[in-house]
Nanobody, 131 residues
Framework: QVQLVESGGDSVQAGESLRLSCAASGNIYTSNCVGWFRQAPGKAREGVTSINIVNGKTHYADSVKGRFTISLDNAKSTVYLQMDSLKPEDTAMYYC????????????????????????WGLGTQVTVSS
């Protein structure tokens, strides 16, 4: 069993930065992937970024590429989401999840965001970006 706890959400101004944390307990390495998802009111949940915790391969949605960075601290069993140059459209509840949703990107196994293959979910942390 894996438990995930997100933290770091806040209300900020456009252009500012936030770092979200996803702390895992239990054996996260039963999964290949940790992904960050977000859901804005009235919208479907969407994948933001993911990391293959076996090979370190990262994958980003076009909407956040170049602004968001996902990283893994193995010693702390924590996945971070560094969010820079935040925009009002980044406002959402952010969730981390663990599972195995693999695709091939540039010849390496990366993680997709098919929620059917993510077994463990945190409760989310709210990010609000004002213009």
């Amino acid at each position: 069993q894996v438990q995930l706890v997100e933290s770091g959400g806040d209300s900020v101004q456009a252009g500012e930065s936030l770092r979200l944390s996803c702390a895992a307990s239990g054996n996260i390495y039963t999964s290949n992937c940790v992904g960050w998802f977000r859901q804005a009111p009235g919208k479907a949940r969407e994948g933001v970024t993911s990391i293959n915790i076996v090979n370190g391969k990262t994958h980003y949605a076009d909407s956040v590429k170049g602004r968001f960075t996902i990283s893994l601290d193995n010693a702390k069993s924590t996945v971070y989401l560094q969010m820079d140059s935040l925009k009002p459209e980044d406002t959402a509840m952010y969730y981390c999840a663990a599972g195995s949703s693999l695709i091939i990107v540039d010849g390496a196994a990366a993680c997709d965001w098919d929620t059917r293959f993510y077994n463990y979910w945190g409760l989310g942390t709210q990010v609000t970006v004002s213009s």
